[in-house]
C-alpha cells in the first residue's frame, strides 16, 4: 500500500488546527462584545414601567346645590277689618306705597251714623255729670247717684271710640313701605270681614329659601356665604348671598331644614320675586388638603398604605391615615408630604425595594 508523506499530513492538521484557534477567537471576542449591551437590555426591561402622581394640596370641600323661587323677605296679605262694599280701590299691581297710605275705601255710612248718635249721647252725658258735680259740691245729690252719673259718662265716652275705629275701619291702609304685588279686588264689590284685599312686599331684600338635608345642614352658620345663579339675569350671574337665617326644624315629610339666604344686591342685578335660583352652598370645607386617587390606597392587617417612588426609583411602602373620599380622591392626614411621588395603580400588586421607571406623571 501507498503511504502519504508524513510530513504533509503534519502540515495539513497544524493548518486545521491554526483555523480553528482563530475562530474560536473570534467567537469569544463576539460574545465579549455582545454581553454587556445584553446585560443593560436586561436590567432596563426590569425595571417596571409606572403612571404616579404627585402628591399637593388640593380643595376637596363639598357643596350641594339646591334651588328655589326667589322670594320677598316681607310680603303683608292686607285683609278688610269690616264688611261692607268698597267705593274707591286706589293703586294697582307694582305701585310703591308707603306705611299709612290710603289705598283703599270702603262704605261706612251706617258706623258713621252709629258715631253720630254716640257723640250725642256723650254730650248728653257730659252735661248731666257736670249737673250732678255742682249738686254734689252742695250735698243735694248722694254719692251713689254721682257716681252712676260719672260711669254713664265713661260708657258713653267708649261707645265714641268704638264707633270711631269702626268707621276708621272703612280706610284700608298700608302697613309698611313696599309694592303692590296683588290686589283682589274691584271698586263696587261686596266683601266680608277678614277678606283678602292686596299683597304687599317689601322688595328691598329678597331672600330665597331653601331645602337642605338635616344630614349637611348641621356645618352652616348664619353669615357664611353662598353663590346664587339666576338664570333670568343671565352674565351678571353669579350673585353674591348670605345665610340670614337656619329654621330651628326640620319638616315632617321631606326632613329637610330651611336655610334662608339673604340676596343684597339682587334687586340691582334686575332680579324680581318668582324668578328661579340656584344656590351652591358649601356644606364642608377640605380646603388645602393633601389627597390621593382613592384606587392608590390599599389596607393590609388594619393598615392604610400606598407605594412613593422615592429617589432612588425604588418603591417604598407608606403607611397613612386617609381622610373623607371626594368623587375619585381621598384626603391624607398623615403620612405623606407634598411634592412626593405615589404610584396611582393598587399597591397590593407591587412589591417594596421594586425598580420603577416612571412613563407618566400626573398632578
Known sequence: MERFPTDFIESDVNCKLSIGAVLAVLLITACAQETPERGGGAREARALPIQAIEVYPRDLSRTVTVSNAVEPLRTIRLASRTEGVLTDVLVEEGDAVAAGQLLARIDVREQQAELARARARLHE??????????????????????????????????????????????????????????????????????????????????????????LDVGNLRVGDAVVVDVDAVGERNPLAGVIRRIFPAADIDSRRITVEVGLPQALASGVRPGFLARARILVEQRADVLAVPAGSIAE?????????????????????????????????????DAGERVVSANPLEMTAGERVRVVELMS
Open 125 to 214: 252725658r257730659e252735661s248731666t255729670f257736670e249737673r250732678f258735680e255742682q249738686l254734689r259740691e252742695r250735698n243735694y245729690v248722694d254719692l251713689a247717684s254721682y257716681e252712676a252719673a260719672r260711669a254713664e259718662l265713661e260708657v258713653a265716652a267708649t261707645e265714641v271710640e268704638l264707633w270711631e275705629t269702626r268707621v276708621e275701619f272703612g280706610r284700608v291702609v298700608s302697613s309698611i313701605d313696599g309694592t303692590v304685588v296683588a290686589r283682589y279686588i274691584e271698586p263696587g264689590e261686596a266683601i266680608s270681614r277678614h277678606a283678602a284685599l292686596f299683597s304687599i312686599a317689601d322688595l328691598s331684600s329678597l331672600v330665597v329659601r331653601l331645602g337642605v338635608s338635616e
Open 300 to 336: 393590609s392587617d388594619g393598615e392604610f398604605f400606598v407605594m412613593v417612588v422615592n429617589g432612588d426609583d425604588r418603591l417604598e411602602r407608606r403607611v397613612v391615615e386617609p381622610g373623607v373620599v371626594r368623587g375619585a380622591w381621598r384626603e391624607i392626614l398623615s403620612g405623606l
